[in-house]
């Protein structure tokens, strides 16, 4: 079995900063691409940020310039360092992993259950 497990959410003012973490444990031979999707009231889930294995990165348009990822393969973790957050960031932030088990298998997606993430002051 592998699990995500995410961390860092929380209650932040305008402005501020916070820093998400998704580590990946279980049956794990190599990981692909990582990443960050969320979904506010209402909406739909939307990409935020993703990173390949290779560390090529990308992002919504909307946090170009203040967000960044990263990711530590020796610790099978992906970040999402967030800052200048604005209200309009408050959302549910849900990390994925595209992981291969085994040597003969391939990769497949694996979700976090979320980390709530609320701008306000």
């Known amino acids: 079995q592998v699990q995500l497990v995410e961390s860092g959410g929380g209650l932040v003012q305008p402005g501020g900063s916070l820093r998400l973490s998704c580590a990946a444990s279980?049956?794990?031979?190599?990981?692909?691409?990582m990443g960050w999707y969320r979904q506010a009231p209402g909406k739909q889930r939307e990409l935020v940020a993703a990173?390949?294995?290779?560390?090529?990165?990308s992002y919504a348009d909307s946090v170009k310039g203040r967000f960044t990822i990263s990711r530590d393969n020796a610790k099978n973790t992906v970040y999402l360092q967030m800052n200048s957050l604005k209200p309009e960031d408050t959302a549910v932030f849900y990390c994925?992993?595209?992981?291969?088990?085994?040597?003969?298998?391939?990769?497949?997606?694996?979700w976090g259950k979320g980390t709530l993430v609320t701008v306000s002051s």
């Open positions: 990173i390949t294995s290779g560390g090529s990165t």
């Open positions: 994925f992993q595209k992981i291969q088990k085994t040597r003969a298998g391939w990769g497949m997606d694996y």
């Open positions: 279980g049956s794990i031979f190599s990981i692909y691409d």
